[in-house]
Every structure is written in structure tokens, then in C-alpha cells.
């Protein structure tokens, strides 16, 4: 510690102790995040804070940090990208290319490609597996592909599929009206729109939400997009649950709503919407359910009498959710819907050109064109489905559920990590020898793609229909041969995708936003194959 207060002293002196210094900052740096492993990752990510900061006034030493940087990054460019793509295209084709031709290459890509979601081991956020469903779902979205929704005059069929689908949504959660959105992030954005317009009209400049640490990363877009603050609060240890008691302190003159998990995306637990709703309606504050990853779900659970608690609009208190279609409602990526109780909320979501050059101009949502098959695809799915066919797949996914957790009790060295309402199986280590990034990892590379979390560390399943018992049985398996490997090789290394969150919690904010974003741009990437 000493060598690292020494180099943020101001003083000057000669170049070659600023270059010991420097070397010293770095080094601990190294073995500040090494400490990890000993539970100091609060500290030591302050710490390094620090460190950094103060390297970056010093010659060498920021070069010493981006070479560190560049290492990591191209080992994150390797796994994305490899060698590059031999026939990688950044050009058009200058004749184009036969139809049939660009067929057989999609299908030789996927094949070679898509095979660990095939098996049922990579989850990849599809959650169903119903052969007869997907060709509904191609052959509707070839009749709607050359259709636009902004055009309901035109296209009055997909007009008449959107309303149908919103309203049996709606009908669904016990609301009043909603809107068909691309994703869950985007109904979660406009739900902030509305509250933060609501915010203005009565004189909040900086309208003000209000979520536990584990709300989904979407409300932090939504409040960095709309300008608004976010304040997270701290969750029940024990069940990662809000609580009225850390909630409400939070509660200000500024505060325009609270936003509730139905369930969390990490662990599967649905936060307590009764009493929180309680407590807003006593504030007088908005209070939005993301019930995104929950949706049809929880709804069909409850209608099962599986889960007992209330989390939609039968609770007085909510005023608004966000419900996606393309999770448990099955349908193609791209649909989900905001809910509202009063719709004069809704309208406050409209963005309405009076006096520009093109006339009149109003859309529903964030979009403006919008692909009249994805609205088709989603119809056709619910009304494919039916009431009768969620039901099923609830029970079908409660089983499923289960299946895993009787799994998890044949080893002592992992539990749940709280009880979980749905969807979600969070899975922790009870041993000091278990690492759980470790176990995430060595199945990683089994060719499972585990979701891990942070604060606590966590390693989740997120459950689908495509987990058939002899999937569970062979994960089962693969758990155990990894907790033998982790047994007989103390010295491990986590490797892959599990190892970032084994870093995170000791690596400078700064520098993991760094990281981050460079990911994105990689992915973004188009790598030839050198000859």
C-alpha cells in the first residue's frame, strides 16, 4: 500500500523514481486484484480506483495499463471473431448472388454454427421448443414480410393483429390499455417516458426512479436515455427481494416512480408488489412491474395456483408494466408490450409533428416503420397457443424447474441461492473450494453457456422448453465431473465468459466500461481470413 500512496504524492522527483513508482503502482494494481479471492472486492476495487487515477498522471504508466487493456481485448476478439471469416463480405456482391445459393450457405452456416442451442445446452434466450409453432411463425411472416404498420389504412390487417394482441395482453395482466413495442427494453422505456413526462407536468426538473440493485440493466438505459436520475437501493440479503424499509428512504419529492421485478433476471424472485404498492400509493408515486422475463409465465402459474402472491394490476398501486411475448409467450423476437392502468399515461408517451413539412405526423411507440410480420408472427403465436397451451407450457416449465433443483441436491458444495418464483434457478457455492465463476467456466466449455451474476456471485439457469429431462440429466452430469476436476485441481483458472464477473467486482468502473464497450464494437466486427 505504501508504494501505491507514494505515487499519487504530488511532490516531484527524479524521472527514475517516477518510473519505480510507476512499476510499483502497477504491481499493485496486479495484486489488488488478485485479492479477490479473499472477499476484500470492495475494497480492493476502490483501491484501484485510486491507483488508476493516479497512474494516469504519470509518464508510462498509462501505457503500462492500455497494453494490459489491449491483451485482454484481443483475447476477447479471438473468442468472437478467431482467425476471421474466408469469405467474409464488407463489400455488396457486384451481380448478386442466386437465391437458392444464399439459402444453402444460411444453412451450412447454422448447421455448423448453431448446434449447441440445437442440443438443448446454449440457452441464447429462445424459450420454447415446438416444431409446429416455428413453421406457423416462418409461413405467417412470409405472407406479412412486405407489410408496414405505419400505414394501418394500407395494411389494415396488421392493424386489426396489433389491437387483438395488446388488448389480450392487457386482458391478461388486468390492465387497461398498453402498446406493442421491439423488446422489453423499449417497454420499459416507454413506461419511463410516461412517468418522467408525468414528472414535468408537475414541475420536477429531474424526475427521479427508484429500483433495488437487482432490477434488469434496461431501466439504467431508460434513465440515461431520458435524462432522468436513477437511485438503486440495496435488496433482502436473504431472498434479493426488495423491501418496503430500504425502499422508501429513497423516496423523494423528485420521485415520479418505483420500478419492481415480477421476476428478477439473476435469481427469479418476484419482489413484493403488494407492499410496495402500498407504499407508493402512500407516496403518491407511480410504481412499474417489469414483469418482461415473468410474462405469461408468472401469469399462467398463478392461474395454476402454482405461485399465490399478486403482481398485475390486481394489485391497486401498479399503474404500469412491461410484459414481453417473445419469452414465455413464445412468439419471434421482437414483440412485447407496455401495460397501463389509466390512459391518459399512455397518451403521455405520444410524440406528436403539427407544423413541420410532412404534415401531421403521430406513431405509438419509439418506432416508426414497423415490420407487419413480427406483429403477425406474435398474433398467430397467442392465438396458436391459447389459453389451454400456456397452461400447459407453465406446468411443463414448473416440472422443468423442479428437475433442476432435485439435481442440485445431490451435491453438497452448490444450493439455491434463494428460493425462486420462476423462470430462473440461482445456484451458489457452499464451499470455500468451490469457485462458482470456476464451475461456470469449466461448463463453458462443456458447451453450456451458464448465465453467472454478481453481488453475490451467482451462476443461474434460465429455464426453457427445450431442457428435456435428458438435457437436466447430462448437465447433472457435467456438474459433477466439474466439481471432481475443481477437487483435484486446486489451482484452476477461470476461463471464458464466467471469468468477467470473477474480475469485476475489483476492476475500476472506468476501465470495465472500457472493456464493455469495446465487446460491443468487436461484435460489430467484420474479421477477413488473411490468405
Not at 452448490?414 to 467456466?441: F, G, R
Request: charged share 20%.
Amino acid at each position: 500500500m505504501g508504494a501505491c500512496l507514494s505515487v499519487l504524492d504530488h511532490e516531484t522527483g527524479e524521472n527514475g523514481r517516477r518510473v519505480e513508482r510507476a512499476i510499483a503502482m502497477y504491481a499493485t494494481y496486479r495484486m489488488l486484484k488478485s485479492l479477490y479471492c479473499m472477499g476484500a472486492s470492495g475494497v480492493v476495487k476502490s483501491l484501484t480506483s485510486v491507483a488508476l487515477a493516479g497512474g494516469n498522471y504519470l509518464p508510462g504508466v498509462s501505457g503500462l495499463i492500455k497494453a494490459e487493456l489491449d491483451k485482454e481485448m484481443e483475447k476477447i476478439e479471438q473468442q468472437v471473431l478467431g482467425d476471421g471469416d474466408a469469405d467474409a463480405l464488407i463489400n455488396f456482391p457486384p451481380n448478386g448472388i442466386p437465391a437458392e445459393e444464399i439459402l444453402k450457405k444460411a444453412d451450412d452456416l447454422v448447421s455448423g454454427k448453431h448446434g449447441g442451442f440445437a442440443s438443448g445446452k446454449k440457452w441464447g434466450g429462445i424459450y420454447y421448443r415446438n416444431t409446429q409453432l416455428s413453421e406457423l411463425q416462418a409461413a405467417i411472416w412470409k405472407k406479412f414480410s412486405t407489410t408496414n404498420s405505419l400505414y394501418p389504412m394500407v395494411f389494415p390487417v396488421v392493424r386489426k393483429f396489433e389491437a387483438e394482441l395488446v388488448t389480450m395482453v392487457t386482458n391478461m395482466v388486468h390492465g387497461k390499455v398498453g402498446l406493442l413495442t421491439s423488446g422489453g427494453t423499449e417497454s420499459i422505456v416507454i413506461a419511463m417516458l410516461a412517468y418522467r413526462e408525468q414528472g414535468y407536468k408537475n414541475g420536477i426538473a429531474v424526475p427521479e426512479i427508484v429500483c433495488g440493485v437487482t432490477a434488469h440493466p434496461a431501466v439504467a438505459k431508460a434513465a440515461h436515455y431520458l435524462r432522468m436520475k436513477l437511485v438503486k437501493v440495496k435488496v433482502d440479503p436473504k431472498t434479493q427481494k426488495m423491501t418496503t424499509a430500504l425502499t422508501s428512504p429513497a423516496i423523494t419529492r423528485n420521485t415520479v416512480c418505483v420500478f419492481a421485478s415480477a421476476p428478477t433476471f439473476s435469481h427469479g424472485v418476484v419482489d413484493p408488489i403488494v407492499e410496495l404498492a402500498k407504499l407508493t400509493k402512500s407516496k403518491n408515486v407511480g410504481l412499474h412491474v417489469d414483469n418482461c422475463l415473468g410474462g405469461f409465465l408468472l401469469s399462467y402459474l398463478k392461474k395454476e395456483g402454482i405461485y399465490k402472491e399478486e403482481f398485475d394490476f390486481n394489485v391497486d398501486g401498479v399503474t404500469t408494466m412491461s410484459v414481453d411475448v417473445h419469452k414465455y409467450g413464445f412468439a419471434s423476437k421482437g414483440a412485447s408490450c407496455t401495460i397501463f392502468r389509466d390512459p391518459e399515461l399512455r397518451q403521455l408517451t405520444y410524440v406528436t409533428s403539427t407544423d413541420g413539412c410532412e404534415g401531421l405526423y403521430v406513431t405509438p411507440t419509439i418506432q416508426g416503420s414497423r415490420s407487419g410480420a413480427v406483429i403477425a408472427a406474435a398474433w398467430s403465436t397467442v392465438t396458436f397457443l391459447g389459453d389451454s397451451g400456456y397452461a400447459k407450457a407453465a406446468r411443463r416449465l414448473h416440472s422443468i424447474s423442479e428437475g433442476y433443483i432435485k439435481e442440485l441436491e445431490k451435491y453438497p458444495e452448490l444450493e439455491l441461492l434463494t428460493h425462486s418464483d420462476c423462470a430462473v434457478i440461482p445456484i451458489k457455492s457452499t464451499s470455500p473450494d468451490v469457485n462458482i465463476y470456476l464451475l461456470a467456466s469449466i461448463l463453458e466449455k462443456k458447451g453450456w453457456n451458464m448465465f453467472t451474476g454478481q453481488n453475490p456471485p451467482v451462476m443461474s439457469v434460465c429455464v426453457g422448453e427445450q431442457h428435456s429431462e435428458e438435457v437436466i440429466k447430462e448437465w447433472s452430469s457435467d456438474v459433477k465431473d466439474a466439481l471432481a476436476m475443481i477437487k483435484d485441481n486446486p489451482g484452476m483458472k477461470v476461463e471464458g465468459a464466467a471469468a468477467v464477473y470473477g474480475v469485476a467486482s475489483t476492476t475500476p468502473d472506468e476501465l470495465l466500461k472500457t472493456i464493455m464497450c469495446q465487446f460491443v464494437d468487436t461484435t460489430l466486427t467484420v474479421k477477413q481470413k488473411s490468405a
